[in-house]
């Protein structure tokens, strides 16, 4: 399995780039959102990849964080999104946005992607509204590693997008109200809710915010 590959770009498509690594081109495919991110032609990059295998092909697929590449592999673990499917959702809401999409049960807006329809930006929510949290709690726990991993041997290479602070206060909050014993999906749902409202917000007011909105009404 390919992992990750840090070289130079010596062409970009519309869709895919052609990433020299010392002598070898990798075509690697990426989202728009991806895509409008790199650098130019001649510059250094590093991407964690996908490799997807099938009888007639191999393809590889490029993403700037480590998250956004465990989210295209969760998205594919639904049935009836492929590798196509899953870039179209990156690349409209980017990680934060299925993030915040899934926790909230909100369909309308996987929907918005390229290519989904409503029956399986549906599927997409309920399948993953238990499995997004490991994902979400993951955008602190990696921000900082990321600037390691992507030096080279012949080269300082950076992500092209590095996690943004408020995911980490966001991934905290989820951890908390996990320890307080709230489960994954309310727990999810409330701190998307609370980041929404207040997308600066550290994680003390996260939490304060999300244990209002789980408060029992009435």
């Given at each position: 399995?390919?992992?990750?590959?840090?070289?130079?770009?010596?062409?970009?498509?519309?869709?895919?780039?052609?990433?020299?690594?010392?002598?070898?081109?990798?075509?690697?495919?990426?989202?728009?959102?991806?895509?409008?991110?790199?650098?130019?032609?001649?510059?250094a990059i590093a991407l964690f990849?996908?490799?997807?295998?099938?009888?007639?092909?191999?393809?590889?697929?490029?993403?700037?964080?480590?998250?956004?590449?465990?989210?295209?592999?969760?998205?594919?673990?639904?049935?009836?999104?492929?590798?196509?499917?899953?870039?179209?959702?990156?690349?409209?809401?980017?990680?934060?946005?299925?993030?915040?999409?899934?926790?909230?049960?909100?369909?309308?807006?996987?929907?918005?992607?390229?290519?989904?329809?409503?029956?399986?930006?549906?599927?997409?929510?309920?399948?993953?509204?238990?499995?997004?949290?490991?994902?979400?709690?993951?955008?602190?726990?990696?921000?900082?590693?990321?600037?390691?991993?992507?030096?080279?041997?012949?080269?300082?290479?950076?992500?092209?997008?590095?996690?943004?602070?408020?995911?980490?206060?966001?991934?905290?909050?989820?951890?908390?109200?996990?320890?307080?014993?709230?489960?994954?999906?309310?727990?999810?749902?409330?701190?998307?809710?609370?980041?929404?409202?207040?997308?600066?917000?550290?994680?003390?007011?996260?939490?304060?915010?999300?244990?209002?909105?789980?408060?029992?009404?009435?």
């Open positions: 399995m390919i992992g990750k590959l840090s070289g130079r770009i010596d062409y970009k498509a519309t869709d895919h780039i052609l990433l020299d690594v010392r002598g070898v081109g990798y075509l690697v495919f990426c989202s728009d959102r991806t895509m409008a991110g790199l650098p130019g032609t001649g510059e990849t996908d490799l997807v295998v099938r009888e007639d092909l191999m393809q590889l697929f490029g993403f700037p964080t480590l998250v956004e590449k465990e989210w295209h592999r969760l998205l594919m673990s639904v049935q009836g999104v492929g590798a196509k499917a899953s870039l179209a959702i990156l690349g409209t809401l980017g990680p934060d946005g299925v993030s915040r999409a899934i926790a909230l049960g909100d369909w309308n807006a996987v929907k918005a992607a390229k290519g989904i329809g409503p029956k399986i930006a549906q599927r997409i929510v309920l399948d993953l509204k238990d499995k997004a949290p490991a994902v979400m709690a993951m955008s602190g726990s990696v921000a900082a590693a990321l600037g390691e991993t992507a030096a080279d041997a012949d080269a300082v290479i950076e992500p092209v997008v590095m996690a943004a602070p408020a995911s980490s206060a966001q991934a905290d909050a989820l951890s908390a109200l996990g320890n307080l014993g709230y489960g994954p999906s309310e727990a999810a749902a409330a701190v998307a809710q609370a980041a929404g409202d207040a997308p600066d917000a550290d994680e003390a007011t996260l939490i304060r915010a999300a244990l209002k909105l789980l408060a029992p009404k009435g």
